[in-house]
């Protein structure tokens, strides 16, 4: 690959700002009102998040606080691309910047796992699919896959938006990534996610073809578990464990094994930890096989290497994981996040894969988002 020569990626892990007046556009006006919404409140230190009658309310770190000097602050920094909002000139954004698909997960979606109402959040699913259907994918139906939010407080209700969201043309399901049993966001209501109360669930998912896309960082209360000295590498890494536990949790409790043709996505986690948690998982089956049950009908190791795919933007040592006989592994920009790559992806393509044998850059650039997404158009030409 030539070094000023343009690299195109599909993308594991991008995002949409939804408009603000989303929810009266879809949903009678008395259920629109108990969406989340949110806004900043005592100078900008505080996010006030309102959740059907509920409010939570968390610190903003000061990097993201309105700056006094003039320069923008993250959340302005995350909003800047001319595509983030602007659906329109959402493809125009992608072109300049080398990427072709998209996996397209919501932002303000990402509260809706704290909804209790089983009726709200079963209908405002139903309606928000169909409006990304329609005004999201419809922007590029050959190369963005919306990911459709799944009403989790009930099975047979998430089982039916599946099976909706399917028929609607959608390829993908948002599922939450789950909570530690400790920790503030763990829903004690639901069963947790290697409960066989899902088993249904992984039928229908396997049964319909869609992919189950885990989306890190959704559990508010790990932005901010730690503070003092550290605290923001500590909860910025930290994060990344829900994907890790996703990946871990489905091998574990069979719900892969059951279903060799249910395919997960863990975006935005990186991915070189997979080939240590296939290890540290064999040597547990092994080990303790007195206690381990269910049996599984295949290793641990040879279920996530083969169903479980993952996203990283900047991670270097994914690479060679490859090598490790882990092949799963994709790219992702986090358009437009600021943990993404947006006005730097082509230097962060050429920084990763010059160098690389041919095979591998189409691995990870394009060939391992084709395995899940398959109706995705290629990009015009690897020139
Ligand atoms: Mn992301």
């Not at 990626?9 to 995002?15: Q, T």
């Not at 590498?233 to 890790?244: A, D, F, K």
């Not at 991915?271 to 089956?285: C, I, K, N, Q």
């Not at 690389?356 to 691995?363: L, N, S």
Request: glycine letters at 8%.
């Amino acid at each position: 690959m030539a070094r000023n020569a343009k690299i195109w990626a599909h993308s594991g892990d991008s995002h949409f700002i939804e408009p603000d007046d989303l929810w009266t556009q879809i949903l009678p006006k008395d259920l629109a009102a108990r969406m989340p919404w949110t806004e900043l409140v005592e100078d900008g230190r505080m996010e006030r998040i309102h959740v059907d009658g509920e409010v939570y309310h968390f610190p903003v770190p000061k990097i993201a606080q309105k700056r006094d000097d003039g320069r923008p602050s993250i959340v302005e920094l995350s909003g800047r691309p001319p595509g983030a909002r602007d659906l329109h000139a959402r493809l125009a954004d992608l072109d300049r910047e080398g990427i072709w698909g998209e996996v397209v997960y919501s932002s303000i979606g990402i509260w809706e796992g704290m909804i209790q109402d089983r009726e709200l959040i079963r209908r405002a699913a139903a309606a928000e699919n169909e409006w990304k259907v329609r005004e999201v994918q419809g922007i590029g139906r050959d190369r963005l896959v919306a990911v459709a939010s799944l009403p989790m407080r009930d099975v047979s209700d998430a089982v039916a938006e599946a099976r909706h969201a399917a028929e609607i043309g959608m390829y993908a399901v948002g599922l939450p990534t789950p909570a530690l049993p400790n920790s503030r966001n763990f829903d004690d209501k639901v069963p947790p996610l290697n409960s066989d109360y899902w088993e249904p669930l992984w039928a229908a998912l396997e049964e319909l073809n869609l992919v189950g896309a885990f989306h890190i960082g959704g559990d508010a209360s790990e932005h901010t578990m730690y503070s003092g000295p550290g605290g923001a590498i500590l909860n910025y890494t930290n994060s990344t464990y829900s994907g890790q536990r996703a990946a871990m949790v489905l091998t574990a409790c069979g719900a892969l094994d059951r279903h060799p043709n249910l395919k997960v996505l863990i975006s935005e986690g990186g991915a070189a930890w997979v080939p240590f948690l296939a290890d540290r998982m064999e040597e547990g089956y092994r080990q303790h096989a007195m206690f381990v049950k269910p049996k599984l009908s295949r290793s641990p190791k040879e279920i996530l290497y083969s169903q479980v795919y993952c996203s990283f933007q900047h991670e270097a040592s994914a690479i060679p994981t490859l090598k490790e006989g882990y092949r799963n592994v994709m790219f992702g920009s986090d358009y437009p996040h600021l943990e993404g790559t947006y006005g730097h992806t082509q230097e962060t393509l050429h920084e990763l894969f010059d160098g690389q044998p041919a095979d591998v850059t189409q691995r990870i650039t394009q060939g391992s988002f084709k395995e899940l997404f398959p109706h995705v158009s290629s990009p015009p030409a690897l020139n």
